[in-house]
């Protein structure tokens, strides 16, 4: 697919990002290995995420309205959103930034900057998925996102116009629009103000992308290393380079950096520093219930997502600023299942949740990933915040312009 000189080339995590970015190079004729710390691909945050493919609905997390709600989050007001501030110099950088972010141009911009990569990176998956014939229960059920105050719908169709422009598809429907689009809805007809559709989102299991695209790399002559952590980066010599913990060095033409949350420490060892903050959030997978809907949900005043993948119902939200860990803890995810239960009632079955999980997304001030060389031979891939399976395949393409142009 390309006639670049083919390259040695080194991936640093094998998530959606990581996994995503090895096949796109491996499809441009590059010998890729992806080296992973976990037992197999997808295990990061990448696992039980709420598979919604969102290409239309790219909103930047800073905006006015996230700013005037600013002192309501930062007194736990709020059940989906907790505050962990610190005192250390990159916490405060990256508050600022964020804070800078949220004006109304920023947010414009930003939003319609993620609007582009949704857009390219919806035909990269697909390409992704039609050349390699991966099996990760991708579907298109559309997706409806529900207002329950007139407010918060007067702004989501504020920036409209200017998204359609951009190639968002959105029908904008009364509480009936909603009923008739989705009549699981029924139930709660008199909460809603209104509501968003999209015909054309997707779903897409995250997990099983990952395992798919390893095989799908051997096939190619690519390689996943998994059980492998690596200790730092090392770009001094001619050739960059991973140390791993066990002190033994793999070099490479180009290293790109895929690793999620744990990029911002591997950078630093290059002395790079990379705006990215953890916001934690929660998935449950259950059986559907008695109203569980085909169409995926967004339930904007109850932050909770609701998509059905492969039979079951993937349900995620909360978001936890500054929470360093992905261990479950039991108050924050029972906060989950109250706010499904408040949104949808009968949308699962939650008395007999399957599994519960929970992730770190990599947040950048921006909401944008990053995609640029960091060191010599160094390129990041990282950063995709609330949005990483839905940005996957388009920030890998446009990495691996990166990688044939040379850095
Ligand atoms: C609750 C929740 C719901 C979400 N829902 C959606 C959604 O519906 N749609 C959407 O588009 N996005 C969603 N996201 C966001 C998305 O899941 C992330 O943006 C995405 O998974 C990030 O992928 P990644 O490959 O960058 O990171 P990861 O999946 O975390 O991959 C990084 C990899 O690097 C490896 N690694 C780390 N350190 C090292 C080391 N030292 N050496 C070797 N390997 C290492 C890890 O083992 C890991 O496999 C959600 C996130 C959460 C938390």
């Not at 000189?5 to 094998?14: E, H, K, Y």
């Not at 059940?79 to 947010?107: C, E, I, K, Q, V």
């Not at 014939?133 to 918060?152: E, M, N, Q, V």
């Not at 950078?267 to 008695?290: D, F, N």
Request: net charge positive.
């Amino acid at each position: 697919m390309t006639t670049a000189r083919p390259q040695d080339l080194v991936v640093i995590g094998a998530g959606v990002v990581g996994m995503a970015t090895a096949l796109t190079l491996s499809d441009r004729g590059h010998r890729v290995t992806v080296v992973d710390s976990a037992a197999e691909p997808g295990r990061g945050t990448s696992f039980a995420n709420g598979g919604q493919l969102s290409y239309s609905y790219t909103d930047a997390l800073a905006s006015p309205a996230t700013l005037a709600q600013f002192p309501r989050l930062l007194l736990a007001r709020d059940p989906a959103f907790r505050f962990h501030p610190r005192l250390d110099p990159d916490f405060l950088r990256w508050m600022l930034a964020f804070l800078r972010n949220g004006n109304g141009s920023s947010f414009h911009r930003n939003t319609l900057a993620g609007l582009a990569l949704a857009v390219q990176s919806r035909s990269a998956l697909h390409g992704l998925a039609r050349r390699h014939r991966i099996d990760f229960a991708h579907a298109t059920p559309g997706k409806i996102i529900l207002y329950r105050s007139a407010k918060s719908f007067a702004a989501a169709r504020a920036i409209a116009a200017d998204k359609a422009v951009a190639g968002a598809e959105q029908t904008f429907v009364d509480a009936d629009g909603a009923v008739t689009i989705e009549p699981m809805l029924a139930s709660i007809r008199r909460e809603i103000v209104g509501a968003i559709h999209t015909a054309s989102e997707e779903v897409g299991d995250p997990y099983r992308f990952c395992i798919g695209a390893q095989a799908a790399l051997a096939a190619g002559g690519g390689e996943v290393r998994c059980g492998v952590a690596i200790d730092r980066i090392d770009a001094d010599g001619k050739r960059p380079t991973i140390v791993l913990d066990n002190s033994s060095r793999l070099g490479a033409d180009r290293i790109i950096l895929c690793a999620g949350m744990a990029s911002v420490g591997l950078a630093r060892t290059l002395g790079a520093r990379l705006p990215i903050m953890p916001m934690k959030g929660y998935s449950i997978t259950a059986a559907p219930g008695s109203a569980a809907p085909r169409v995926s949900v967004t339930d904007a005043a109850n932050r909770v997502v609701f998509a059905r993948l492969a039979g079951r119902m993937r349900i995620a939200g909360l978001a936890d600023l500054g929470r360093r860990t992905a261990d479950i803890e039991p108050g924050r995810l029972a906060a989950l299942v109250a706010s499904a239960r408040a949104a949808l009632p009968e949308a699962a079955e939650y008395g007999a949740v399957e599994s519960s999980w929970a992730g770190l997304r990599p947040m950048t001030p921006d909401s944008l990933p990053i995609t640029r060389p960091i060191a010599p031979g160094v390129i990041a891939n990282t950063g995709h915040g609330a949005l990483g399976w839905t940005y996957a395949a388009g920030s890998a393409e446009r990495v691996a312009a990166i990688v044939e142009e040379g850095c």
